[in-house]
């Protein structure tokens, strides 16, 4: 009887071990989905600050306004096409994203609250394993390394999500999309017609660097 009461009581132990082990993983895990919910600041080239955190279905407003101050040729690059507006159904599908297939994180400009770029990928129907990416930043602030900061953080995420590489397509005159895709190590695939697609192996986070001129402001923003 006595043994059979100090097992159950060292079971009951074992048990609320395990219950508390696990607590703390959530508590953990919930701390991570918070902070990477916030966001991480980022300081530019010129000296500004941007926050960049994951799109949100509220964040519609933002899409459309920064894409009014994309210029012709920018809405170009980036559609491939010309494009004179989102539509209400556009601003629901960039925005209302699952995080896992679909992912987009955005570029605030800490001063303002206006958004100023954003990346996304979707993952492929017949490949798991790989994403199509997009990379967009309205004109004011090209040429300052932003571009090349929300690929960097975009690839952190599909990483996590299981997806080993990217596929882009690009404009055979966009020559800052060409020159993001090389600082990325990205291969070319093919050319067609006036595209040209590049893929991206996707490497462990560890090894990647962020671009001399462009530094994390801090810890994760909070």
Same mark, same amino acid.
Request: charged share 30%; proline share 4%.
């Given at each position: 009887?006595?043994?059979?009461?100090?097992?159950?009581?060292?079971?009951?132990?074992?048990? =609320?071990?395990? &219950?508390?082990?696990?607590? $703390?993983?959530?508590?953990?895990?919930?701390?991570?989905?918070? @902070?990477?919910?916030?966001? *991480?600041?980022?300081?530019?080239?010129?000296?500004?600050?941007? /926050?960049?955190?994951?799109?949100?279905?509220?964040?519609?407003?933002? &899409?459309?306004?920064?894409?009014?101050?994309?210029?012709?040729? @920018? $809405?170009?690059?980036?559609?491939?096409?010309? =494009? =004179?507006?989102?539509?209400?159904?556009?601003?629901? *599908? !960039?925005?209302?994203? +699952?995080?896992? +297939?679909?992912?987009?994180?955005?570029?605030?400009?800490?001063?303002?609250?206006?958004?100023?770029?954003?990346?996304?990928?979707?993952?492929?129907?017949?490949?798991?394993?790989?994403?199509?990416?997009?990379?967009?930043?309205?004109?004011?602030?090209?040429? &300052?390394?932003?571009?090349?900061? !929300? /690929?960097?953080?975009?690839?952190?995420?599909?990483?996590?999500?299981?997806?080993?590489?990217?596929?882009? /397509?690009?404009?055979?005159?966009?020559?800052?999309?060409?020159?993001?895709?090389?600082?990325?190590?990205?291969?070319?695939?093919?050319?067609?017609?006036?595209? !040209?697609? *590049?893929?991206?192996? &996707?490497?462990?986070?560890?090894?990647? $660097?962020?671009?001399?001129? !462009?530094?994390?402001?801090? @810890?994760?923003?909070?």
């Amino acid at each position: 009887m006595v043994h059979d009461e100090i097992t159950a009581a060292a079971a009951r132990e074992r048990r =609320k071990s395990w &219950l508390a082990a696990a607590e $703390r993983a959530r508590q953990a895990q919930q701390a991570r989905r918070t @902070s990477a919910s916030a966001g *991480y600041r980022v300081i530019v080239r010129d000296g500004s600050e941007v /926050l960049i955190r994951p799109v949100r279905a509220a964040d519609a407003p933002l &899409l459309a306004d920064g894409f009014s101050r994309l210029g012709t040729n @920018s $809405r170009w690059m980036r559609f491939l096409g010309p =494009k =004179k507006r989102l539509s209400p159904a556009e601003l629901r *599908y !960039l925005t209302e994203v +699952d995080h896992r +297939d679909h992912e987009a994180l955005g570029a605030l400009d800490q001063a303002s609250g206006r958004g100023v770029g954003i990346a996304r990928y979707i993952r492929q129907a017949g490949d798991p394993q790989a994403a199509e990416v997009a990379v967009t930043v309205v004109d004011d602030w090209q040429r &300052l390394g932003l571009g090349t900061v !929300l /690929l960097a953080q975009l690839a952190d995420r599909a990483r996590a999500a299981g997806i080993h590489r990217f596929t882009a /397509l690009v404009a055979t005159e966009n020559e800052a999309g060409i020159r993001l895709a090389r600082r990325m190590n990205a291969e070319f695939v093919r050319r067609e017609a006036d595209t !040209l697609e *590049y893929a991206i192996t &996707l490497r462990p986070a560890d090894t990647r $660097r962020w671009p001399r001129q !462009l530094h994390p402001s801090g @810890s994760p923003h909070r």
